[in-house]
């Protein structure tokens, strides 16, 4: 197997001067503040972080530059016949990782100028927007991207699929090369890649080894029968393992089952699986591509219901199918950011510091973003759709000792209009907004209520695509009244954007933006 190597490091150095001198004078007092706050944790950040990594990529090895920035309706089919397939998977997986770390922050920082000016353009009526000037078309200022503390095995979550391998070994697990579309599907182990840590691709080479001992065979296609399917692999920063199996039952009887769960669990702790050393291992029966904890139930095999994370000197309990940030290092960036955009501070008091005020947390999953700013504000309110991440949120909260939070269960187009009449009633005080939706982004009565509230003057949308369904979002929140819509309350104005790199090697960016009225 062909070693791909390693993205060169390079150090970060500070660009506040820059960006100060960029920003609009127009921001609003309590935006600068925001903004000064960010700006010295970028700089911290970036003079303290040691990497890890000493490898580097040659010249020669080395993609030159783009002219362009990456942009999906660029990409054309090349011929890749004379690449590896670790090649062909790391060009998949990791489009990036033939650039060094300051050229991937480069290309994203302008794709992120290059989406943002798209609304830039729809609000000033501009819809040329697009066009190469692209820092004159932004009607606000973007800041330069939040580099990732660690750009290398920073995944702490990755699911590894089955099927047939370059050698045609139907029970071959790893990452996919092609499309069911065409037909030409190749699973290739993804040992090589670089975001993915070491014991994730440990549990992945020993769970190939498992089902290829056994006498089930994969369930390639849910029609045409098999059993066994992808595993999921979470480790936190102290190297705490859960791995989730996923099984297709077809006609197997609940003692039959049981036979090959009590192999699979030998397999982990008794057997060549040990190596792994899992905390937890858990087993979903399920003959539907994705199911929810209540739709199938997670199975604990052996060890432990749960692991547990730290971000910002919290601590969180991760389930099996609770969402969590994919880079912990990042994610205390991403959340240190929103935290300052939703309740600025001239003195951060490392996020500490009292402001007050209501903080309405939508899509709160396991209740991060919420725990981690509730010494600023005087009430947090969650709302969020999954029942067991309303728990693991109710659970974390008294694991930290806030009791300035609550969860709401429910879909946050329904629950939101009730909370919004609560707050209301309630009068006074400061309330500010956060969202952290899925790529489908948020549902247009979320919006409708987001932006009828006249007590919200400060909204942060947290999007990891906002070239998609976000920017639907972003329009609705900033468009004139629209009567017809019920989208009667005043417009919001987006006033500051700060990309965070939370998936190095890959296009994909976070973006946090700020909107006021």
């Known amino acids: 197997m062909p070693f791909l190597p390693l993205a060169e490091p390079s150090a970060i150095t500070a660009t506040s001067l820059k960006v100060e001198m960029a920003l609009s004078a127009s921001l609003s007092r309590s935006v600068i503040f925001a903004k000064r706050n960010i700006l010295h944790n970028v700089t911290v950040r970036q003079t303290c972080l040691l990497f890890s990594t000493n490898n580097t990529v040659s010249d020669g090895q080395r993609k030159a530059p783009l002219k362009k920035p990456w942009r999906k309706s660029q990409k054309k089919p090349a011929c890749t016949d004379h690449l590896s397939w670790e090649e062909k998977l790391a060009d998949v997986v990791t489009p990036l990782w033939r650039l060094s770390y300051d050229e991937q922050l480069e290309l994203k920082q302008k794709h992120q100028e290059r989406i943002l000016s798209q609304l830039s353009g729809h609000l000033t009526g501009d819809f040329q927007s697009q066009s190469s000037a692209v820092r004159s078309k932004l009607s606000f200022p973007v800041l330069p991207v939040l580099p990732s503390p660690v750009r ?14 370059v050698d045609g070994n139907a029970k071959t ?82 003692e039959d089952v049981a036979l090959h769960q009590a192999d699979l669990v030998d ?27 209540e739709e199938s139930p997670y199975q604990l095999l052996h060890g432990q219901p749960h692991i547990y994370e730290e971000v910002l000197g919290y601590k969180f309990r991760i389930s099996a199918d609770a969402f969590f940030q994919v880079n912990q290092a990042a994610a205390e960036g991403l959340y240190s950011t929103v935290r300052h955009l939703c309740f600025p501070s001239p003195e951060d008091g490392g996020g500490r510091t009292k402001v007050g005020g209501t903080l309405l947390d939508v899509c709160c999953g396991t209740g991060a973003i919420g725990i981690t700013m509730s010494p600023r504000v005087d009430r947090i309110i969650g709302i969020e759709l999954m029942e067991q991440a309303v728990e693991d949120a109710r659970h974390n909260a008294a694991l930290n000792d806030v009791l300035n939070c609550e969860f709401v269960r429910g879909k946050a187009e329904v629950a939101l209009p009730g909370v919004m009449s609560q707050l209301s009633s309630a009068g006074g005080g400061l309330v500010a907004a956060v969202v952290n939706p899925a790529r489908a982004g948020l549902h247009y009565r979320v919006v409708r209520a987001l932006r009828n509230q006249p007590a919200i003057r400060r909204l942060v949308y947290v999007s990891c695509k906002p070239d998609g369904e976000a920017m639907r979002n972003f329009r609705e929140l900033c468009c004139a009244p629209d009567p017809e819509k019920k989208l009667t309350g005043e417009a919001f104005s987006p006033t500051l954007a700060v990309p965070v790199d939370m998936f190095p090697h890959t296009p994909h960016c976070e973006v946090v933006l700020l909107f006021e009225r």
């Open 173 to 254: 697990v790893g990452f996919y090369v092609g499309t069911g579309r065409k037909g030409n599907i190749v699973c290739v182990n993804g040992d090589h890649l670089l975001n993915m840590p070491e014991k994730h691709k440990l549990v992945a080479r020993c769970y190939q080894d498992f089902i290829r001992r056994s006498s089930l065979e994969p369930c390639l296609l849910f029609h045409t029968g098999g059993h066994w399917r992808e595993v999921t692999v979470r480790t936190n920063a102290e190297g705490h393992t859960m791995a989730i199996v996923y099984f297709h039952p077809q006609a197997l009887t609940r």
């Open 152 to 165: 290398d095995g920073y995944r702490n979550k990755s699911t590894f699929s089955v099927n047939r391998g």
């Open 267 to 293: 397999y982990f702790t008794l057997g060549p699986g040990s190596v792994c050393q899992l905390d937890s291992l858990f087993f979903q029966e399920s003959s539907m591509t994705r199911c929810s904890h």
